[in-house]
């Protein structure tokens, strides 16, 4: 009875000199979860000092969603930059594949999206419809942002969608035709955009739009 005593008592006095570090795990989980809300809140100064005291910059919430996500989500353009300046990635993707960059393009945020152009913006990661920031731009009717992508270099204006449509097709089938899809067309245009390539079903943009009466849009096609 003595030997089994001694060796619980031994047990007991390591386990007490070796504690478990959930400490150190609980603070460290702690300190993602406040720059994360810190990010939503809007707090410019407590996220500041939380990444200079090396919080990590592409720390992301359960969805995988980035804190500069975060904030172009909420269209918070100073947050962004102080995440941009402390070398944020811009091309990150959550769960659902969005990007800090692709998000500002199908949200119409021109100035984040100059920026992320600005900060090492990818033209090679698409979104869940296998789609650039560009075409989301087409379909919602985001003239300046389509402006500004369309005539970046290198930008591929004739990317085509797991739907089987492009900028230009997006803005001829899913818009409405008026003087903002006008728009749009004609900057496709002007910035070389090809203007022939059919969807999935062999339809041209000009079929869609005389099929739909967009007699404006038609005219800048055949232009």
């Keep these: 009875m003595k030997t089994i005593f001694t060796v619980f008592l031994m047990m007991a006095m390591t386990a007490s000199c070796h504690p478990t570090p959930t400490g150190d795990l609980s603070t460290e989980t702690m ?9 939503k ?18 720390t992301a919430d359960n969805s995988k969603r980035s804190l500069l996500l975060i904030a172009t989500i909420n269209k918070d353009m100073e947050m962004a930059k102080i995440l941009v300046s402390h070398g944020a990635d811009v091309n990150q993707q959550a769960d659902n594949q969005d990007s800090p960059f692709l998000y500002a393009g199908a949200s119409g ?33 985001h003239v300046e ?16 969608n797991r739907l089987g449509w492009t900028g230009l097709m997006e803005a001829i089938v899913l818009g409405d035709g008026s003087r903002k899809y006008q728009q749009i067309v004609q900057i496709l245009k002007e910035a070389g955009a090809n ?29």
């Design 31 to 39: 300190n993602e979860h406040d720059i994360i809300e810190s990010v």
């Design 41 to 58: 809140e809007g707090d410019l100064q407590a996220v500041a000092k939380a990444l200079e005291n090396g919080a990590t910059v592409n």
């Design 109 to 141: 945020q021109t100035e984040l999206v100059q920026l992320f152009l600005d900060n090492g913006a990818r033209f090679d990661i698409f979104n869940r419809y296998h789609g650039s920031a560009l075409i989301p731009a087409c379909e919602r009717g």
């Design 145 to 160: 942002t389509v402006r500004l992508l369309a005539n970046t270099k290198d930008y591929p204006v004739d990317h085509v």
């Design 195 to 223: 203007m022939d390539i059919p969807d999935h079903e062999g339809i041209t943009p000009l079929q869609h739009a005389e099929r739909r009466g967009f007699k404006e849009i038609a005219a800048i096609i055949k232009s």
